[in-house]
C-alpha cells in the first residue's frame, strides 16, 4: 500500500515538492493529505504534482515568501481543505475559482504590520469551513454559503467596516468565533440551532446576544473584553445544553441573577471566568454541582453571603482584589481555602496600578505572623538568607514572640521587606526593612510601623498652584521603628511630575518619574531653601505647552490613542511633489520599506514625524529631508528609533537621545539581517522643557569630575562643548547625521564656575605622634587631611561597618588619596571596600588588586571590624589585614609610597573615582573610622615577612558555606544523630494531643512534635492538619535522645484523612535474603516500615544513615515490591547524605532499601515523588506523578488562556507544586529526494496542528 499521508515536512527547498517529472513515483498518486512547513520560496501550482490531494496544510516560517495567489487551488481536482500560515501582508487574495474547496483556513501571520492582505468574498459560496485572521474582506459575507458549518474571522476589517452583523441566514453553523472586529451587536445567532461553541471577544457588545433555544449542544461561551452589562439572554438558553465553560472577564456587568434561571448553567456548568466586572454581590450557587472553577477577582464584593460558596467543591476559587475581608470570607468558602493562609490573604487583597501601562499588583489588606511563619515555611529548602516581601496598606504588622523565637531557631538569616501603599493616592509611599539578624536578643516580639512615611497633601497655596492631587511626603516620628528596622521612602511608584518651591517659586524638576528614584534622587529637606512636591504625571496641568521666552514648556501634547501604524505610508501615498508631511507616531520603532523611502524621496517630500508616549506627549520630532536621502534597494527597508533619558542622580539638567538607524536586507538564505545605515542624514527635535526654560540655551556635555572644595566637600565639575542649541516651545533641535548618534546636552545655567579647590598639604615631619595616638575619628566627616609623614609612615586604620551578607555591590569602606603628590606627578590611591563577602584591597599603583575570600568570617550580617596596617619599608608599603579578631591578609606591595598620602575619604572613593552615594543594598553600612600612628592590632596578631608578592596574589574564591546546626563528624567523616534536648521529647502517651493542640495553637504553619517511641498517627490528627491548614512533622529518637527519624505530612497534599498511620521504622528486613538474592548485594542498608499500604498523602522521612554513609555520599533509594517480587528505583537520581541524614518523599509503605550502587536493569516506582515528574493537567486539574494520576486537597488558582478560536485552562499551583507550560509534539525535520522511488516510508512524530492556530 502506498503512502497516503506525510505529516510534518520541513524544508528548505520546496523545488524537490515538484519535480519535472513524476514518472514512476506512486507518491504522486497515491497521497491525498499533505502538511509541510518551508524556510523559502513556495509555489503553489508547483504542488499540483500531487494529483490526487484532498487535504492541504502550508505553514511559511520566518521570511518565506508565497510566489501565486490561490487561483492554483482550481487545478487540485480532489482538494477539499486547504490551510496557510503565512506573512501574507498585501497581497490580495484571488477566490474567484476555488475548485472543489470545502474548506479554508489563511492565517496572516504578520501582525506587527497592518497592511493586511485581502480577500474577496465571491468565491467562497461553496465552503462550509472559512477561518480568516488579520485581513481586510471585500465584498458582502452574504457571498458565503448559507450551509456553512464553522465561521470564525479574527482581528480582521468586515466588509464597509460595519459595527452590526446579521447571521439570519446561516442555520447551521455549529462553531463560530468573531473577534476583535469592532462588534456593538451580533444579531441571527437564535436561528443557530446547532451551535456548540461561540467566541465574541474582544468586540464592543453591550449584552449577550440572543441565542437559539434549541441549541442544545451548546459547551462553551467566550464574551470577554466587551461592554457587556446585560446578561439576560443566558437565563433562555436551552436547559439541555451541556454548558460547561463561560467566560465573561472584563466587561461591565453588575448582576449574575441570569444564570441561576437556566437549568443548563446551573446542571453543566465547571469554569465560570467573571473577573474585572462591577459585581457587589454574589446569587446562590449552591445548586451548581459541576463548578470546578470560579473566577471573580478585581470587584467590588462586599460580602459572600446568600451565595453558598461553602457547599461547593472546587477546584479553583479566585476571589482577590474585592472589598472582602476575613470576616466576610470565612465561613463563607469551603473550608480547605481559608485554612490556606495565602489564599486567604490574596483573596482579602486590593490592588493598585502604578501607572497606565503597568500591571495591577496585589495589595495585601492584613499582615500577622502566622502568614509570616507560613510563608517562611515553604522557603526552608533553600539556602542563604530568606527573603519575604509584602505589598500590604495594613498599618502595622505585630511579630508575636513564637514567630521570633522560631526565626532565631533557624540556621538561616530571615530578611523582610514591607512595601507600604496608600491606595486612596495609588502610592507605594515607602518600603520597612527588618533584618532580623540585627533584632537585639533582648527584645521579645516587636511592632513594626507599616505607614511611617505618610503622604499628606500639599498645602493650600501649593495645592491652589498644582492641583488637588499634589502630594508630598512626611517622615512622621511618631511612627518610626526601632534603630534595627530601616525605613525607605517613596521606593516604587511610577508617573510622577515633580516640582521644586524655592523662594515662592515653583519650578519643574522632573515630568514622568519611574521606579525606585523619586525620593532616592530628592528628598524633602535636602536643601533648606528647596521642598519638593509630586503630583501624578496624568492630573498635572500647571504648566502647559507654551512658547513664552523664559518659561518652562510641557510637551506638546497628541492623542496617543489616534495614532495608526500606517499614517506615514497613508500621508507619502497622497502627497504631491514638493509637499511637506506632517504625521505622528509612537515611541516604538518605525519601520520604512523601500518602496515607501524611496517614494518620499521620488516626491521630493520633506516630512516632520512626531513621536508619541504613552502620556499623550510628543517626545521627539524627526526632521526628514529628501535631498539628504538615498534610495534603499530591493527588499530591504529602515528601522528608525530614539531613546530620550535623563540622568536621576548626580547630573541634573542633563538631556541625552540615542537615534539609531538600522538598514535591514534579505540576504540569500531569505533571512534577513540589520547593519548601520552610514548615509542617513536629518535632525532630532527633544524635549527638554522640563529642565531649560524656552530661548535658553543647551551645549554639548563632554564629561563631569569631582573636585575638592576649599570647605573640603565634592564638587561635580562639568566638561561641554562651545556648540549652542536653543531651546524652543520645550524642544531643542540637534543633528543626527549617522546611523548610530548619541546626543548629550547640558543647560547652559547649570554650568557653574570651577569652585576652589582645596589646597594639597605639604607635609613635614614638624608634627610628630606617638605610637598608638588617634589622629583621625571621622565623626560624619566625609573628607579630611591626613598627615601620615606625622606617624613616621607607620599608621592603622579601623574601620567598623555593618555588613549585608546578600548584597553583591561594591562598597568603600576609606581611601587613601595623595591627590597627585607622588613626584612623577601620579595620584596614588590605597582603597579597601567591600563586596559581599569579599574584601579588596587595591592600589592605582601597578593596578594592585588583592581579593580575600570572608566566607567563613561574614556567617551572617552583622557588625565587623576591619584594621589595616600599612608601614613603609623601603620603596615597598608592608600591609596587615585584621578582620575582627583573625588575620586575613598579609603582604609588601612594591614602589607604593605611602608618605605622599595627604587625604582620607570615610566610606567613599577618591576624586578620581568619582563620588560614592551609599545605597540601600550596599554590601557595607555605618562606617566609622578611626586613625591611630603606629601599629594597633588585635591581641594576639603578629606581623611576619610577606611570602608572597602582590602581582603574584591570587584570588580565593573558595566555594561558599553553608553554616548552621550541624552535627558532629567523626574522623571517619560520618555524623553522629542529631541530639533531641529532653524538655523537647514529648511522652509517647501525650503525641496525639499535643500535635493536635499545636496544630491548633501556633502560629507555626509547622508543628514539629518528637518522641521517644513511634506512636499512630489517627484521623483525628490529618482532620485537624487540613482543617488549620498546618504541616507536621514528627520525629522519633532513641533511647539517648538522638533523632532517628521524621515524618513530615503537608495540609495541601493529605486527600484521606480517615487513616490510622503507625509511624514505626525499623531498619532492618525480614525479606533480606529475598532482596539479597534479587540484588546481589549484602550491603544494604534497610528501612521497614510499620505501615503497609497507601498512605493520607505523600510524606517527607528524614532517616539517620550516619552509622552506615558518610557526609557527602551519594546513595540509592529502592523499594521492594513483595507482590511482584521485584526491585523498583525511587526517584531519578541518588541522594545526599547531609549530616548524616537522607531525605525522601513516598506515597506508600512497605519495605525501602539504601545502596550505594545503581543498580542496572531496575524499573522505576511510577508513584514514586522523590525526583518525580510532577504535572498538573489541564483539563481537570489532577496532579500526576510520573503519568499516575495522584488526587490532591489542593486550593490552585486557575489561569486562563483564551485565543480567539480555543480555550484552554491552566491550573497553576499557588505554592509548592508547579504548573506545567504546553507540551508540543517534536516536529521532525524530513529531508527526502525523489528519484524513481516506487514508495517513500516516513517515520514522523505525532504532530497535531491546531486547525484554529491565529
Not at 706 to 726: A, C, F, H, Q, S
Not at 732 to 750: F, G, M, Y
Request: glycine content about 6%; charged content about 20%.
Amino acid at each position: 500500500m502506498h503512502l497516503q499521508t506525510l505529516l510534518g515536512v520541513l524544508t528548505d527547498d520546496a523545488d524537490m515538492l515538484y519535480p519535472k517529472d513524476t514518472t514512476g513515483k506512486p507518491l504522486f498518486d497515491s497521497l491525498q493529505e499533505l502538511s509541510i512547513t518551508v524556510n523559502g520560496e513556495l509555489s503553489l501550482s508547483g504542488l499540483t504534482a500531487f494529483k490526487n490531494l484532498s487535504h492541504l496544510s502550508i505553514t511559511l516560517n520566518n521570511n518565506a515568501t508565497f510566489g501565486s495567489d490561490l487561483k492554483a487551488l482550481s487545478s487540485f481536482k480532489n482538494l477539499e481543505s486547504f490551510s496557510m500560515w503565512a506573512d501574507l501582508s498585501g497581497f490580495t487574495i484571488d477566490t474567484s475559482d476555488c475548485g472543489s474547496l470545502t474548506s479554508l483556513e489563511l492565517y496572516n501571520l504578520h501582525t506587527t504590520n497592518r497592511n493586511f492582505p485581502v480577500i474577496q468574498t465571491k468565491g467562497l459560496k461553496n465552503l462550509t469551513e472559512l477561518a480568516l485572521s488579520d485581513f481586510v474582506i471585500e465584498g458582502s459575507l452574504g457571498d458565503l454559503n448559507n450551509q456553512i458549518r464553522r465561521l470564525h474571522i479574527n482581528n480582521s476589517v468586515l466588509p464597509d467596516s460595519s459595527d452590526k452583523l446579521d447571521l439570519s441566514s446561516y442555520t447551521e453553523i455549529y462553531s463560530l468565533s468573531l473577534v476583535n472586529l469592532g462588534l456593538k451587536e451580533v444579531t441571527g445567532l437564535e436561528n443557530m440551532s446547532s451551535l456548540w461553541e461561540l467566541s465574541l471577544d474582544d468586540n464592543n457588545l453591550t449584552a449577550v446576544p440572543k441565542l437559539s433555544k434549541d441549541a442544545d449542544a451548546l459547551s462553551s461561551l467566550g464574551l470577554q473584553n466587551n461592554q457587556i452589562s446585560d446578561i439576560s439572554a443566558l437565563a433562555e438558553i436551552n436547559a439541555n445544553a451541556p454548558l460547561t465553560t463561560i467566560y465573561l472577564q472584563n466587561n461591565c456587568i453588575t448582576d449574575l441573577s441570569a444564570l441561576t434561571k437556566s437549568a443548563a448553567i446551573k446542571e453543566h456548568l465547571s469554569l465560570f471566568g467573571c473577573s474585572n466586572n462591577k459585581l457587589k454581590s454574589l446569587p446562590d450557587f449552591s445548586g451548581f454541582a459541576n463548578l470546578e472553577t470560579l473566577m471573580l477577582q478585581s470587584n467590588q464584593l462586599e460580602t459572600l453571603e446568600g451565595a453558598n460558596l461553602q457547599t461547593l467543591t472546587f477546584r479553583s476559587l479566585n476571589l482577590s482584589d474585592n472589598k472582602l475581608t476575613r470576616e466576610t470570607v470565612i465561613g463563607f468558602v469551603p473550608e480547605k481555602f481559608s485554612a490556606d493562609l495565602d489564599w486567604l490573604a490574596r483573596a482579602t487583597s486590593t490592588s493598585i496600578k502604578y501607572s497606565p501601562v503597568s500591571y495591577p499588583e496585589t495589595v495585601y489588606t492584613w499582615l500577622n505572623s502566622e502568614l509570616i511563619a507560613s510563608d517562611l515555611d515553604s522557603h526552608l529548602n533553600g539556602t542563604g538568607s530568606i527573603y519575604l516581601s509584602y505589598t500590604t496598606c495594613a498599618d502595622s504588622l505585630k511579630i508575636e514572640k513564637e514567630l521570633l523565637e522560631y526565626i532565631r531557631g533557624l540556621d538561616r538569616n530571615v530578611i523582610l521587606d514591607i512595601y507600604y501603599v496608600d491606595v486612596e493616592s495609588s502610592l507605594n509611599t515607602g518600603v520597612v526593612n527588618c533584618d532580623f539578624s540585627k533584632v537585639p536578643e533582648d527584645v521579645t516580639e516587636l511592632t513594626l510601623n507599616l505607614n511611617a512615611v505618610k503622604m499628606e497633601k500639599a498645602p493650600s497655596d501649593i495645592a491652589a498652584i498644582l492641583g488637588s492631587d499634589c502630594v508630598y511626603s512626611n517622615l512622621e516620628e511618631a511612627y518610626s521603628n526601632p534603630d534595627y528596622v530601616t525605613t525607605r521612602t517613596f521606593y516604587h511608584e511610577t508617573g510622577f511630575n515633580i516640582y521644586a518651591s524655592k523662594n515662592g517659586t515653583l519650578k519643574p524638576v522632573k515630568r514622568n518619574i519611574y521606579g525606585a528614584v523619586l525620593l532616592n534622587y530628592i528628598k524633602n529637606g535636602t536643601y533648606a531653601s528647596e521642598e519638593y512636591y509630586y503630583i501624578p504625571s496624568a492630573k498635572d496641568t500647571t504648566y502647559g505647552y507654551t512658547t513664552e521666552n523664559g518659561t518652562y514648556s510641557t510637551p506638546e501634547r497628541y492623542d496617543y490613542s489616534s495614532i495608526t501604524k500606517d499614517a506615514l505610508e497613508a500621508a507619502i501615498e497622497s502627497a504631491k511633489e514638493g509637499d511637506h508631511i506632517s504625521v505622528a507616531a509612537t515611541t516604538d520603532t518605525l519601520n520604512i520599506p523601500k518602496e515607501l523611502w524611496n517614494s518620499f524621496i521620488e516626491k521630493k517630500l520633506t516630512a516632520d514625524i512626531s513621536c508619541v508616549n504613552i502620556y499623550n506627549e510628543i517626545e521627539y520630532v524627526f526632521h526628514l529631508n529628501y535631498a539628504d536621502m538615498k534610495e534603499l534597494t530591493e527588499g530591504d527597508w529602515l528601522e528608525l528609533n530614539a531613546s530620550i533619558q535623563r540622568y536621576q542622580y548626580d547630573i541634573d539638567g542633563l538631556i541625552a537621545a540615542t537615534i539609531n538607524v538600522t538598514l535591514c536586507t534579505r540576504n540569500d538564505n531569505n533571512s534577513y539581517f540589520g547593519t548601520g545605515y552610514p548615509d542617513f542624514k536629518a535632525t532630532i527635535s527633544v524635549y527638554a522643557g522640563t529642565d531649560v526654560a524656552n530661548n535658553e540655551i543647551c551645549r554639548p556635555y563632554l564629561s563631569s569630575d569631582y573636585v575638592l572644595g576649599k570647605d573640603m566637600k565634592k564638587y561635580l565639575v562639568y566638561n561641554r562643548g562651545d556648540k549652542e542649541y536653543t531651546v524652543k516651545a520645550g524642544m531643542v533641535t540637534v543633528p543626527a547625521e549617522t546611523s548610530s548618534t548619541s546626543i548629550s546636552l547640558i543647560a547652559d545655567s547649570l554650568i557653574s564656575e570651577h569652585p576652589d579647590e582645596a589646597e594639597i598639604p605639604n607635609y613635614e615631619n614638624k608634627v610628630v605622634y606617638n605610637d598608638k595616638d588617634l589622629i583621625l575619628e571621622t565623626a560624619g566627616q566625609q573628607v579630611s587631611n591626613l598627615n601620615v609623614k606625622g606617624t613616621g609612615n607607620d599608621l592603622t586604620i579601623v574601620s567598623t561597618f555593618d555588613v549585608n551578607t546578600s548584597s553583591s555591590e561594591y562598597t568603600p569602606l576609606f581611601t587613601l588619596d595623595s591627590r597627585s603628590n607622588n613626584t612623577d606627578g601620579s595620584n596614588l590611591a590605597i582603597e579597601a571596600y567591600i563586596a559581599g563577602q569579599e574584601l579588596s584591597l587595591s592600589s592605582n599603583i601597578n593596578t594592585f588588586t588583592n581579593y580575600v575570600n570572608l566566607d567563613d568570617l561574614f556567617p551572617e550580617n552583622g557588625t565587623y571590624t576591619l584594621t589595616l596596617h600599612l608601614y613603609q619599608s623601603g620603596s615597598s608599603c608592608h600591609l596587615t589585614a585584621v578582620l575582627n579578631d583573625k588575620k586575613v591578609y598579609e603582604s609588601n606591595w612594591s614602589f607604593i609610597d605611602i608618605s605622599s598620602i595627604n587625604t582620607f575619604f570615610n566610606y567613599d572613593y577618591s576624586i578620581e573615582n568619582g563620588t560614592y552615594e551609599p545605597d540601600a543594598n550596599s554590601a557595607a553600612s555605618n562606617v566609622r573610622t578611626k586613625i591611630y600612628a603606629g601599629a594597633v592590632l588585635p591581641d594576639g596578631i603578629t606581623e611576619e615577612k610577606p611570602t608572597t608578592k602582590p602581582e603574584e596574589t591570587t584570588t580565593d574564591k573558595s566555594e561558599e558555606t553553608t553554616t548552621g546546626k550541624t552535627e558532629e563528624t567523626t574522623a571517619s567523616g560520618k555524623s553522629e544523630p542529631a541530639k533531641v534536648n529532653s524538655s523537647k521529647i514529648v511522652e509517647a502517651g501525650k503525641v496525639l494531643s499535643t500535635a493536635v493542640g499545636k496544630m491548633k495553637e501556633s502560629i507555626l504553619k509547622t508543628i514539629e512534635v518528637v518522641s521517644d517511641a513511634a506512636q499512630t498517627l489517627t484521623k483525628d490528627v490529618f482532620d485537624t492538619l487540613q482543617k488549620e491548614g498546618k504541616n507536621l512533622t514528627v520525629g522519633v529518637t532513641d533511647e539517648n535522645q538522638q533523632l532517628q527519624y521524621s515524618w513530615t505530612f503537608s495540609n495541601r497534599t493529605v486527600t484521606n484523612t480517615d487513616m490510622n498511620i503507625d509511624l514505626s521504622i525499623k531498619f532492618d528486613s525480614e525479606k533480606k535474603d529475598e532482596i539479597q538474592k534479587l540484588t546481589g548485594r549484602d550491603n544494604a542498608m534497610y528501612l521497614s516500615f510499620g505501615h503497609h499500604g497507601k498512605l493520607p498523602g505523600p510524606a517527607t522521612i528524614k532517616s539517620y544513615v550516619g552509622n552506615n554513609y558518610k557526609d557527602g555520599e551519594k546513595i540509592y533509594l529502592y523499594y521492594f515490591d513483595e507482590e511482584q517480587g521485584k526491585i523498583l528505583m525511587v526517584g531519578n537520581s541518588a541522594l545526599e547524605v547531609k549530616n548524616g541524614y537522607v531525605e525522601y518523599t513516598i506515597t506508600h509503605c512497605s519495605t525501602y532499601l539504601l545502596l550505594e550502587e545503581k543498580l542496572d536493569g531496575v524499573e522505576k516506582d511510577v508513584r514514586s515523588l522523590d525526583n518525580a515528574s510532577i504535572s498538573v493537567l489541564d483539563e481537570n486539574a489532577v496532579l500526576t506523578i510520573n503519568g499516575t494520576p495522584i488526587a490532591t486537597n489542593e486550593s490552585v488558582t486557575e489561569t486562563t488562556t483564551k485565543s480567539a478560536d480555543a480555550k484552554t485552562t491552566t491550573a497553576a499551583k499557588d505554592s509548592s507544586i508547579p504548573g506545567t507550560g504546553d507540551t508540543n509534539g517534536n516536529s521532525v525535520r524530513i529531508l527526502f529526494m525523489m528519484f524513481g522511488c516506487a514508495a517513500i516510508a516516513v517515520l514522523a512524530s505525532s504532530m497535531v496542528r491546531n486547525k484554529n492556530r491565529k
